[in-house]
C-alpha cells in the first residue's frame, strides 16, 4: 500500500456521493444530561469565540444547518451540547454515536470530517444491518438485497500513484473498488 496516498478531499467527496436519509420524522429521546445541556444554552461549551466561530463556519460549508445554541443537523445527523467542553453526535439509528469534543482553532475542519465520518459509518451499519434482516427474514431473495447492498458504498477515495493522473483508476474506492474519473 505504500504507492497509495489518502487524498485530503476524500471526507469531502464521500459525502457528497453519501446521500442523506430521507427520514423527516426523527424523534430521539435524549438522556437528561444532554436536554439540561441543551436548555442551558450557551456558556457551557469551551472554546473560545473564535474557534466556535470557526466550527460554525466549517460545519456551515459542509451543509449543516443551525437549529438551536451549539445545534447543528444535517438530514439525520444531529451535534447537540453535552455539559463541558464536549457534544453528542446522533443519527437516526443511534442516539448516542459518539461524544465528541470541542475542536480548538486548527482542529474545526477535522472534528466536522471526523463528525461525518463517524456518522456515515453509522448509516452504513444500519443499512447492512438491515439488509441483513432483510436476508434472514426473505432468504428466497437474499442473492438480489446482498447484491443491492452492496452496491451502495460510503466511498473512500484513495489515490493510486502508479496511475497517471486523469486517468481512470488513479482514485479508487479502498472499500467496494468502485473508480472514479480523478
Ligand atoms: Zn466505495
Known amino acids: 500500500m505504500r504507492d497509495l496516498q489518502r487524498r485530503t478531499e476524500s471526507y469531502c467527496d464521500q459525502v457528497a456521493c453519501h446521500p442523506a436519509s430521507a427520514n423527516g ?3 430521539l429521546v435524549f438522556p437528561s444530561t444532554r436536554l439540561a445541556a441543551a436548555e442551558a444554552g450557551p456558556g457551557l461549551l469551551g ?7 470557526m466550527f460554525d463556519e466549517k460545519l456551515k460549508t459542509k ?25 453528542f453526535v ?38 447492512l444491518r438491515a439488509a441483513l434482516e432483510s436476508i434472514r427474514d426473505n432468504p428466497e ?14 466511498h473512500n477515495w484513495l489515490l493510486n500513484l502508479k496511475i497517471p493522473e486523469k486517468q ?11 473508480l472514479r474519473n480523478s
Request: with cysteine.
Open 25 to 27: 420524522g426523527l424523534a
Open 47 to 53: 472554546g473560545t469565540t473564535h474557534s466556535r466561530q
Open 63 to 87: 451543509g449543516w444547518t443551525q437549529t438551536g445554541a451549539y445545534s447543528y443537523a444535517k438530514g439525520d445527523w444531529l451535534i447537540e451540547p453535552d455539559t463541558s467542553s464536549w457534544m
Open 90 to 127: 446522533s443519527t437516526k439509528g443511534n442516539p448516542r454515536v459518539f461524544d465528541v469534543h470541542v475542536p480548538g482553532d486548527y482542529e474545526s475542519g477535522w472534528t466536522v470530517n471526523l463528525i461525518e465520518h463517524l456518522c456515515g459509518m453509522e448509516d452504513e451499519r444500519l443499512r
Open 141 to 154: 431473495a437474499a442473492r438480489q438485497t446482498a447484491i443491492s447492498a452492496l452496491q451502495q458504498c460510503f
Open 168 to 178: 481512470t483508476g488513479r482514485v479508487y474506492c479502498a472499500i467496494c473498488g468502485a
